[in-house]
Nanobody, 124 residues
Framework: VELVESGGGSVQIGGSLTLSCVVS????????MAWFRQAPGKERAFVAA????????HYADSVKGRFTISRDNAKSTVYLQMNNLKPEDTAVYYC??????????????????WGRGTQVAVSS
């Protein structure tokens, strides 16, 4: 199983980025997908999650209204569209896959597979 994130980079305050995570080695439609992030000196934290069909999504309060999670099951890919970026969004962003039923979308320990992360840096 492999999860490979891409799309990170440096952006100015108020800018946008779209992260992608391509998944291989598992039946993508059987897995809940999520994004977590880890800022310097902090614990890894939940950002957003999406269910198998894409019809249910959840977000951390800090990103509601600015970030959008989506998935393309035909491409085994999950996305995170990030708008109006703030300095506090600076972190390494990880995608993760959860095979449990029912899933605990918000709980890091519920996720079975993780990518290596992609760095996002927001500055003035």
């Amino acid at each position: 199983v492999e999860l490979v994130e891409s799309g990170g980079g440096s952006v100015q305050i108020g800018g946008s980025l779209t992260l992608s995570c391509v998944v291989s080695g598992l039946t993508f439609t059987n897995w809940v997908m999520a994004w977590f992030r880890q800022a310097p000196g902090k614990e890894r934290a939940f950002v957003a999650a999406i269910n198998w069909s894409g019809g249910v999504t959840h977000y951390a309060d800090s990103v509601k209204g600015r970030f959008t999670i989506s998935r393309d099951n035909a491409k085994s890919t999950v996305y995170l569209q990030m708008n109006n970026l703030k300095p506090e969004d600076t972190a390494v962003y990880y995608c993760a896959a959860d095979g449990a039923y029912p899933p605990d979308y918000f709980e890091e320990e519920d996720y079975d597979y993780w990518g290596r992360g992609t760095q996002v840096a927001v500055s003035s």
